[in-house]
């Protein structure tokens, strides 16, 4: 477990509460909380090659780094519109999104299912982790906005994807087939 990808996927969890203390500290701490924030999205970004690259590629891997991106994704969305610096609507489609998709994937887990990888969601994760660096850098309203809009949509489109492509799982996880009763020619 103790892997450099692995690592690097628990050190957005670490960094999670840094950020949103920055971003909640004022103006000069939001410059740190952008730097952070940046250097947080490079080890999204090289944890999955590094796994691969070095032959620890696994189910475990995949599930620390999807936690770890939904902790601080949710997390600095809620505090960046906590902070005004960006839109409620967005933390809370996206905060909403992540919940239905882990229940998705313990539902799948439980019939020895693998999810799979969601197109749409990583755009939404591409998506947010522009938007962070760039509201605390205080881009313009409608380029955050823009931002929040896109990963909203890709978020509610990943979810959408998941429930496509799991219909089978669900269809046999949550129907119950109906007995016959005895009135209706059980006997």
């Not at 450099?4 to 996927?9: A, G, K, R, T, V």
């Not at 971003?23 to 701490?29: D, F, H, I, K, S």
């Not at 410059?31 to 796994?51: E, M, R, Y």
């Not at 960046?80 to 839109?87: E, I, K, N, R």
């Amino acid at each position: 477990m103790l892997h450099i990808p692995n690592i690097l996927s628990v050190s957005r969890v670490v960094a999670t509460p840094i950020v949103a203390a920055l971003v909640l500290g004022g103006e000069r701490a939001r410059a740190a909380a952008c730097v952070l924030a940046c250097l947080v999205a490079f080890t999204d970004l090289i944890d999955g090659p590094i796994a691969r690259r070095m032959g620890l590629a696994t189910y475990l891997g995949s599930m620390i780094d999807m936690t770890c991106d939904k902790v601080y994704m949710c997390t600095l969305l809620i505090v960046l519109a906590v902070a005004g610096l960006s839109p409620v609507w967005a933390a809370a489609i996206i905060a909403s999104r992540e919940v239905l998709v882990l229940w998705l994937r313990v539902v799948a887990s439980e019939h020895g299912r693998q999810p799979p990888i969601a197109m749409c969601g990583r755009l939404k994760t591409f998506m947010v982790y522009l938007l962070v660096p760039l509201a605390l850098a205080g881009a313009p309203w409608q380029a955050v906005w823009f931002l929040a809009f896109v990963a909203s949509a890709s978020a509610l489109g990943s979810l959408i994807e998941y429930v496509v492509k799991l219909r089978d799982l669900f269809a046999t996880a949550f129907v119950v087939p109906q007995q016959p009763s005895e009135s209706e020619g059980g006997k």
